[in-house]
């Protein structure tokens, strides 16, 4: 079993920067790729992007040179740094687990950007 906690949401402005963790507990090292989700209202959850247990990275294409996401083994947190935030990031962002054809997900934290 693996537990996600997701954390950092909130208002920003247009250009601004926000970095969201997702602190993971549980059967860890069985964790193969782990990613971010976010979902706008009315909309259906997307892809942000991933990052692989030997650290290979992948964005969509929205976010490409904005967005990073990066490790700390020691504290079992995956980070998303967020650069140059536009309205259009706005949503609920999840953290995602997979282990073993299996997904895990967290309770999403909320990213605002205004205009």
């Known amino acids: 079993q693996v537990q996600l906690v997701e954390s950092g949401g909130g208002l920003v402005q247009t250009g601004g920067s926000l970095r969201l963790s997702c602190a993971a507990s549980g059967s860890i090292f069985r964790i193969s790729t782990m990613g971010w989700y976010r979902q706008a209202p009315g909309k259906q959850r997307e892809l942000v992007g991933t990052?692989?247990?030997?650290?290979?990275?992948n964005y969509v294409e929205s976010v490409k040179g904005r967005f990073t996401i990066s490790t700390d083994n020691a504290k079992n947190t995956v980070y998303l740094q967020m650069n140059s935030l536009k309205p259009e990031d706005t949503g609920v962002y999840y953290c995602n687990a997979h282990v073993f054809g299996r997904d895990y997900w967290g309770q999403g934290t909320q990213v605002t950007v205004s205009s």
């Open positions: 990052i692989t247990r030997g650290g290979s990275t």
